[in-house]
Nanobody, 115 residues
Framework: QVRLVESGGGLVQAGGSLRLSCAASGVNMKIQPMAWYRQAPAKERELVAAITSGGSANYTDSVKGRFTISKDWRLSTVALQMNSLKSEDTARYFC?????????WGQGTQVTVSS
C-alpha cells in the first residue's frame, strides 16, 4: 500500500526558503518516479519538479534555478528545497508517485509566501 506524507510547509517572507519533505511507504524509489505538484486556489494542479528512478530531475520553468528536488531511496524520502520564494509560489504542495499507470498522492502541505 502506497502512502505519501508531506511536511515542511509554512509561512515565509518573499526571498526566504523552505524545505519540503515527503515520507513514502510502499514505494520503491529505485524503479518509481517521484514528483512534487502544487495547486493554488482556483488554479489547476501543476507539476513543479520530478525525479526519475535514475535520479534525473526536471523542473517547471518558473522554479528553475530556485528549487531543487532530491531523493534518498534508503530513507524513502523525497525533498524539495525551495529558495528565493515568491508570492506566486503560494500553493498547497503535493508529493506524487506513479505505479502501474496509477497516480498516488499525499494530503499536501501548505506553503504561503508573504510579499
Amino acid at each position: 500500500q502506497v502512502r505519501l506524507v508531506e511536511s515542511g510547509g509554512g509561512l515565509v517572507q518573499a526571498g526566504g526558503s523552505l524545505r519540503l519533505s515527503c515520507a513514502a511507504s510502499g514505494v520503491n524509489m529505485k524503479i518509481q518516479p517521484m514528483a512534487w505538484y502544487r495547486q493554488a486556489p482556483a488554479k489547476e494542479r501543476e507539476l513543479v519538479a520530478a525525479i526519475t528512478s535514475g535520479g534525473s530531475a526536471n523542473y517547471t520553468d518558473s522554479v528553475k534555478g530556485r528549487f531543487t528536488i532530491s531523493k534518498d531511496w534508503r530513507l524513502s524520502t523525497v525533498a524539495l528545497q525551495m529558495n528565493s520564494l515568491k508570492s506566486e509560489d503560494t500553493a498547497r504542495y503535493f508529493c506524487n508517485t506513479k505505479r502501474q499507470g496509477r497516480d498516488y498522492w499525499g494530503q499536501g502541505t501548505q506553503v504561503t509566501v508573504s510579499s
